[in-house]
Each structure stands twice: as structure tokens, then as C-alpha cells.
């Protein structure tokens, strides 16, 4: 089982976040030099938007897992509390 959750966690590492491509809209790593969908040429000011894309993507998830988290938390401690009045 130990096996299993260690090639998990090497899959997730591996796996790259992709950002739109700027002619298609589609799916793109930030490093390509074409886009797989549709063959355009990036540029490097256009991988820099990527990159600039995917920055701002991960920090919403972190700004919403930070409030999201605390309010779960809160709201399991209202059920429980309300349980055992």
C-alpha cells in the first residue's frame, strides 16, 4: 500500500498546471514552444503570460481555500455544539 501512495504522489508532482492558449483558448504548458491543439507559435512574452495566468489561478485557490476552510471548520463546530446542548 506504502508503493501505491508513493507513485500517487510522484504522478502528482509530475502532473504541470496548463494555461489557455492564446490563439485557441485550449490547454497549453507554459514551457511549449507550439500548442498541441492547434499549432501556434509561442512566443516568449506569450509562456510569460502564461506563466503570469497560472500564478493568479493558484493564488485564487489559495485566497478561496483560506476562506472556505475556516468557515467548514466553523460550521462543524456550530453542528456540534447545537448536537450537545
Do not use: T, W
Not at 492558449?21 to 501556434?40: F, I, M, Q, T
Amino acid at each position: 500500500m506504502n508503493n501505491l501512495g508513493a507513485l500517487a504522489g510522484q504522478v502528482a508532482i509530475k502532473r504541470k498546471p496548463k494555461g489557455p492558449c492564446p490563439s485557441c483558448g485550449l490547454k497549453v504548458d507554459d514551457e511549449a514552444d507550439n500548442c498541441p491543439h492547434c499549432g501556434y507559435k509561442l512566443s516568449a512574452k506569450d509562456r510569460a503570460r502564461l506563466r503570469e495566468h497560472l500564478k493568479k489561478q493558484y493564488e485564487k485557490g489559495v485566497k478561496l481555500a483560506l476562506i472556505v476552510f475556516p468557515v467548514f471548520i466553523g460550521l462543524i463546530v456550530l453542528i456540534y455544539e447545537l448536537k450537545n446542548a
